[in-house]
């Protein structure tokens, strides 16, 4: 793991001689949910977990996330849960930050560390366990599958960040860099979950504006972002959600690497019309 930091939330609570001026943004583009935000005030408890809170970033709401959820995860020392997955539809992609997870899929066992990472297809018997003597902090993001008639549903599976090589940009000589959890050209897969890396002054050299929705979760250091028509400064343990179609840049600010925990929804047809409606034909 050398030369990887995941940063985590501890939760607490500010002094009461601080300034309540922050940096958090909602829009109906983009959202910027700064670290000194996640305090533990604002955690919630999740049924059928023990000696669990979360930190929810991101949740399917009208003029906000469309196609996902994220949580950060902080589970004690012997808690978790039998049955963490309420919705059957729903698949998973977890990330660990700091501890050490217990995670059975299908009875398999599998002890996850920082820089692990594991997908969950719907419909899965899975449990999550605390066997550590120290809190663990990961996140979870969840989705519901969309399935696709002759198309398999993708296995379960676990890796980890220092055993794949990241692939670099074209032209940019390795300094804007993606780690892939899951091969692009597997359609069974209709999200990703990447790490991706730059290094001291590399930028997104154009204001990318595209259909993927996503969640940004800044592992390591630092960076100016653009999100929209606004430059907004980013840190180790902010999050940002970008609306389909947001425009987006950065440059990475130094000293060390910027990385960030990147969601998108991907290898699907658009839905089209209201949910329900009814199609006449002729």
């Known amino acids: 793991m050398t030369g990887r930091t995941y940063y985590a939330p501890h939760g607490g609570l500010p002094p009461q001689t601080d ?6 943004v909602f829009t109906a583009a983009y959202a910027v949910i ?13 049924p059928l977990w023990e000696e669990t809170r979360a930190w929810v970033l991101s949740r399917p709401l009208s003029g906000f996330a469309e196609t996902f959820s994220q949580y950060i ?3 004690g020392p012997g808690g978790g849960s039998d049955r963490p997955e309420p919705d059957n539809a729903a698949e998973a992609a977890l990330f660990v930050v700091e501890g050490e997870l217990t995670v059975t899929v299908e009875g398999r066992k599998h002890v996850m560390r920082p820089g692990g990472f594991a997908f969950i297809p719907p419909a899965s018997r899975w449990t999550v366990r605390n066997d550590s003597s120290a809190p663990v902090r990961f996140h979870w993001i969840r989705k519901a599958y969309d399935f696709v008639e002759g198309i398999d549903v993708p296995e379960a599976f676990f890796a980890d960040e220092a055993e794949i090589a990241p692939t670099a940009m074209a032209g940019t000589d390795g300094k804007w ?6 091969d692009p050209a597997d359609m069974r897969h ?41 430059w907004v400064e980013v840190e180790a343990g902010d999050y940002m959600w970008l609306r389909a179609f947001c ?15 990147l969601y998108k929804d991907v290898n699907r047809h658009m839905k089209l019309g209201a949910p329900g409606a009814a199609k006449h034909f002729g």
């Open 19 to 24: 300034l309540l001026t922050g940096r958090a």
């Open 34 to 46: 700064p670290k000194g935000v996640m305090s533990d005030i604002v955690t919630s408890c999740l």
């Open 73 to 75: 995860m902080e589970v």
């Open 177 to 182: 860099a993606t780690t892939r959890f899951v």
């Open 190 to 230: 209709d999200m990703h979950v990447t790490i991706v890396t730059f290094e001291p002054g590399a930028v997104i050299p154009f204001a990318e504006t595209h259909v993927m929705e996503h969640g940004l979760y800044v592992l390591e250091g630092k960076a100016v972002y653009r999100l929209n028509q606004d």
């Open 247 to 261: 425009p987006q840049a950065c440059y990475a600010g130094g000293p060390g690497k910027f990385r960030y925990l």
